[in-house]
């Protein structure tokens, strides 16, 4: 029987679908649930202890999502990662990024540009301590504060609406630690930009930035 181990956080104003989608869709999103591994509903229901119902259900709403794929006479495996969602994804996200910086050397405040050099140093700070999950969280960190300078909230929304599936993605990007270095890089040189309030230039390195890491996945994806 396969082990799961994953945690559900029971939620009393959610039914009980929706916990377990929530849970399944996190484990997605973070790899603990890796793309083409098999979603057994009964040892599924098993190790989260509820009955199959719930997990059909949520598995359902994840195929909707495009995170859960059905596979005749195998049922539900978690969607593989292909360059062209790959792709899409970035070239969606990219575009986004690139408003945001343009507005953000408009719009940010010294109080935020402390606050975008202090994440830049937290990236750097848990670069060192090697776990994927906590490079990716920093890396969030500092992007959220740049999507913040801009003080759109229609942009806001708009990146975290796609923050969870790039998400996915990027964590791939930062498992191979040899990607953390240009991360750095990258990181400093479209803060200096924000700093500076160079929008031109600083459209240009978060472009390169995007760009670097659809190759780099995309590069990883055709050696398996």
């Avoid at 009980?16 to 890796?34: C, M, W």
């Avoid at 606050?115 to 990716?136: I, N």
Wanted: aromatic share 4%.
């Amino acid at each position: 029987m396969p082990e799961y181990k994953l945690q559900m956080r029971l939620d009393e104003y959610l039914p009980l679908r929706d916990v377990v989608f929530n849970t399944l869709r996190q484990a997605i999103l973070t790899g603990e649930l890796k793309p083409g591994e098999r979603l057994m509903e009964l040892h599924l229901a098993h190790d989260l202890g509820v009955s199959r119902t719930p997990i059909r259900e949520a598995i359902r709403m994840l195929e909707l999502e495009g995170l859960v794929t059905m596979i005749p006479r195998k049922g539900a495996e978690v969607s593989r990662i292909s360059g062209q969602d790959i792709s899409d994804v970035l070239e969606v996200r990219g575009s986004l990024d690139m408003l945001a910086v343009q507005l953000a050397c408009e719009r940010i405040t010294e109080d935020e540009i402390k606050e975008l050099k202090e994440a830049a140093e937290a990236f750097k700070r848990a670069v060192q301590t090697g776990d994927p999950t906590a490079v990716a969280q920093a890396d969030v960190n500092f992007h959220d504060r740049i999507i913040s300078a801009t003080k759109n909230k229609r942009l806001m929304q708009m990146v975290n609406n796609l923050a969870e599936r790039v998400y996915r993605y990027r964590l791939e990007y930062i498992k191979d630690t040899e990607n953390h270095g240009n991360l750095i890089r990258e990181h400093e040189k479209i803060l200096n930009c924000i700093v500076n309030r160079d929008a031109g230039r600083a459209k240009e390195e978060i472009y390169k930035h995007v760009k670097n890491q659809e190759k780099a996945i995309i590069s990883q994806l055709n050696e398996v």
